[in-house]
């Protein structure tokens, strides 16, 4: 080997050593950056005829596990799916009260009930009548407080899309410019590491929002589409997700009930934006939420109908009036009836109502049997009332012998598509207790749920940080390399500087 060439090959080296430490800095830099996967530089021998003629540094490359990687974008969006489902049925579940504690639905209906036992005991004490009607009053506000947070939770939900799908968009916008950028350097054989770990901070924005799948192009280009097989634009063409506000009330539903879907270029792809943050405000807005309102409204219902088939108009809208089925879908004439059921009016100025009765029953062989109400000037001790609400509109009986009639599980909704996950019970209070069971426990198994999917992200990062994540004592342990490499390099080239200088002399 020529001095030429040894001086050639150390200076290469030098360079190459500068390159290193160079990345060696950035790895370190970045030691706690988010989604930065390290970086190091490929290195090619260069050889002619046998003969060594230094290295060729080449682009710099990230050490990723793309498979792992994919699996962890899977699970960030299980993982924030699941953590907007549970902050708004613990929401809800907040409003139920605990139980046994007085403010439970159960708890309020069981306060209706007693204070009618007490009446039995002295039907003519106004005192007590109006405790009747106050415990009744309390417990159409607390149907009314569970109403107001589940609609409460669907405008959030609601809310929470439109703001989304601008973070959505915001961040497909940063990946389209970032993956252009990538492809051009890929083309000029450059590095494309730093952009490359860019654009994965941006796809873990994505992967929160919507459950994706990446795949990745030989260009260096990526496509990007939802689980539920929506492409998502990533080209700049100005081509972007569309939502807009609604004021989400009781009986609003999508589609085609006030409520809008999320659209590209002008078509709905609602339902192809699956899981995330996204996929769980949509199904807690359009499903979930409509769900919990439906059988609130059909407790509600059953409760002012079986008071109302024994003869006291307890229950009612402001107006005074009666929910009444109109026909199909099931609730359709009473959706939203939680919202606004109240004591009747009429009850309200007339507290004896709750002895005599507010109208008299022509009776049904497959409903009540007949009632007379007490007339005015009728007996102060007058019971016949009381005794019914306790035993048949409290009861699982319309009269005796003849069931209730079953409240309905299934077709809920202002467009019937919903149905609730438990059998009907026959008395109000089971229907309360499982109703508010239901309702807890899909929180529970939520919370539950969560925990377990966190514990599989945190196992699946520590995975990824294995491999990918800047080692402090791997960086120093190279640092230390390549300072010797450095040195042994500068040797080289002191070493044939001397040389040189020898030769000179001899020829002078």
């Known amino acids: 080997m020529s001095i030429g060439s040894a001086l050639s090959i150390a200076t290469g080296g030098l360079a190459v050593v500068s390159n ?3 990345l ?11 989604n930065y996967a390290v970086e190091s530089a490929t290195q090619t021998s260069l050889n002619a005829a046998g003969a060594g003629l230094g290295v060729l540094v080449g682009p710099s490359t990230r050490q990723i596990d793309t498979a792992l990687q994919a699996e962890g974008f899977r699970q960030n969006a299980t993982v924030a799916g699941l953590q907007t489902r549970q902050a708004a049925l613990q929401a ?5 009260g605990t139980p046994g504690q007085g403010q439970d639905l159960p708890s309020l209906l069981a306060a209706v009930q007693n204070q009618f036992s007490s009446l039995l005991n002295t039907p003519d004490n106004q005192t007590q009548q109006s405790a009747v009607i106050a415990a009744a ?3 159409a506000t607390g149907i009314n407080a569970l109403s107001t947070a589940c609609t409460a939770q669907r405008q959030a939900a609601q809310d929470d899309i439109v703001s989304s799908v601008q973070t959505l968009n915001t961040a497909l916008g940063t990946i389209g410019t970032l993956t252009n950028q990538i492809i051009g350097l890929r083309a000029a054989n450059q590095s494309t590491a730093d952009l490359e770990n860019q654009r994965d901070a941006a796809l873990t924005t994505v992967s929160g929002l919507v459950d994706v799948k990446v795949l990745n192009q030989p260009n260096g280009g990526i496509v990007l589409s939802t689980s539920g097989g929506l492409a998502l634009p990533l ?3 100005g081509a972007t997700l569309t939502d807009t506000g609604a004021n989400v009330q009781t009986g609003a539903y999508y589609p085609a009930g006030g409520i809008p879907g999320v659209t590209l270029n002008g078509t709905d792809v609602t339902a192809q934006l699956t899981g995330g943050r996204i996929g769980a405000d949509l199904a807690l807005r359009d499903a979930t ?4 309102q439906g059988e609130l409204d059909e407790f509600a219902e059953t409760l002012a109908t079986r008071f109302d088939a024994q003869g006291l108009t307890l229950f009612t809208d402001p107006t005074g009036a009666l929910p009444v089925s109109t026909g199909t879908p099931v609730q359709t004439g009473y959706v939203g009836f939680a919202a606004t059921i109240q004591v009747n009016p009429a009850v309200t100025a007339n507290p004896a109502s709750v002895r005599d009765g507010t109208a008299s029953i022509a009776g049904s062989p497959t409903g009540a049997s007949a009632f007379t109400q007490n007339p005015a ?5 007058f019971t016949t009332l009381i005794q019914r609400v306790l035993t048949y509109a409290l009861g699982t009986e319309a009269q005796s012998g003849v069931p209730q009639p079953t409240p309905n599980t299934t077709g809920l909704g202002p467009n019937g598509t919903l149905n609730a996950p438990y059998v009907a019970p026959a008395s109000l209070s089971d229907q309360a207790v499982t109703m508010v069971a239901s309702q807890s426990q899909d929180s529970a198994d939520t919370t539950s ?14 995975r990824m940080t294995a491999i990918s994540g800047v080692s402090m004592d791997t960086e120093m342990s190279t640092m230390i390399r390549l300072q010797n490499a450095y040195g042994a390099n500068a040797k080289v080239i002191a070493t044939t500087q001397a040389l040189w200088s020898q030769l000179l002399a001899m020829v002078q």
Request: glycine letters at 10%; hydrophobic letters at 35%.
């Open 235 to 237: 080209t700049g063409s």
């Open 137 to 139: 009053g309390t417990l």
């Open 24 to 34: 060696v800095s950035q790895n370190v830099a970045n030691a706690n950056t988010p």
């Open 377 to 381: 000037g009728g007996p102060a001790g």
């Open 289 to 292: 939420l409509p769900t919990y």
């Open 449 to 462: 749920k969560l925990a377990t999917e966190q514990a599989v992200q945190t196992n699946i990062n520590s």
């Open 20 to 22: 290193n430490l160079a």
């Open 92 to 96: 809800v579940d907040s409003a139920q």
